[in-house]
C-alpha cells in the first residue's frame, strides 16, 4: 500500500507575521481542494501563531523550525516543544541541516529533541543526510545511519512509526543543485531497510520525505520514485505558485 505523501514547506528565516499570515491565506485558498496528500509550512517561532490562526479550519498543518531540548527553565532564546504544542502546532521539523552546520547541534543533542517532540505531543520531521565530502567519499549511507542510530536511541516502535523522516542530502539545499532521482530514492531505500530492525509496521508506515532544492519542475520525477513519499521544500515553499505544484505533483 503506497503511504500518503507528506509535502512540508519550510519558510527559514523569512516571513514576518504579516507576509507570513498573507502566504498562509493564499495556500490556503490554493490548495483548499487537495485530499490525497498531507501538507504542513514552518514559518518561524515569531510568525507561528498568526499561521496557525489562519490556517485552523483547513488542510494545512502547521510545523515549527526547531524545538528546545527542555520543557521550561533558563534557557535563553529557547522555546520549547510544549509551547509550541500549546500554541497549536502538531509538527516539529528537529535535526534540520542548517542547525545542525550553523548552529552547532550534535547527534546527541538531536535525539534528545525528538524525545522532547514526543513528550509534547508534536510529530518530529527529522532531517538526516550527508555532506558534499561524505557524498564524495561514498559514506552516504554510513552517515545517515549514524544520525538514526542516535537520533532514534531509545524510542519505542510506536513512537518511531509515528515519525517523518526528511532526506536532505547538504550538497542539495539551496544549491538548485538536486539530488537525481535515484540518487534520491537509493538513500531512502536504505533509510527503509535500517527501519527495519523494528515490527514491520514502523517501516510501512514511516513517510521519507526527500529535501534540497526541489521545485515545481522537479517534483514529479522525484516523487515518482517508490521510496520517496514527500518533499520538504525550502526556498520554493515561499512561492505559492511552486509549493502548489509540488503539492499536485504529489497527489
Ligand atoms: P531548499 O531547502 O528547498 O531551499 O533546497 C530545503 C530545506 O532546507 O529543507
Known sequence: MKRRPFIAG???MHKAPAEADALAEQLKRALADVTAVD????????SL???IARLRHSNIGVASQNVAVEAQGAFTGEVSAEMIKVAGAQYAIVGHSERRQVFGETD????????????????????????LPEREAGQEEAVVGRQLDVALAGLSADQV?????????VWAIGTGKVASPAQANDVHAFIRGWLG??????????????????????????????EIDGALVGGAAL?????????????
Not at 501538507?39 to 515569531?46: D, N, S
Request: include cysteine.
Open 161 to 169: 512509526g509515528a515519525l517523518t523522516i526528511a532526506y536532505e542530502p
Open 197 to 226: 530492525r523494528y515490527p514491520a509496521f514502523v517501516a510501512r508506515n514511516v513517510r521519507i520525505q526527500y529535501g534540497g532544492s526541489v521545485k515545481g519542475s522537479n517534483a514529479a520525477g522525484l516523487l515518482a520514485q517508490p
Open 108 to 131: 546527541a543533542v538531536v535525539a534528545r529533541k525528538v524525545q522532547a517532540c514526543f513528550r509534547a505531543g508534536l510529530a518530529p520531521i527529522l532531517c538526516v543526510g550527508e555532506t
Open 49 to 51: 501563531p498568526a499561521v
Open 10 to 12: 519550510n519558510w527559514k
Open 39 to 46: 501538507i504542513a509550512v514552518a514559518p518561524t517561532f515569531l
Open 239 to 251: 512561492t505559492v505558485d511552486e509549493f502548489v505544484a509540488i503539492v499536485q505533483a504529489a497527489g
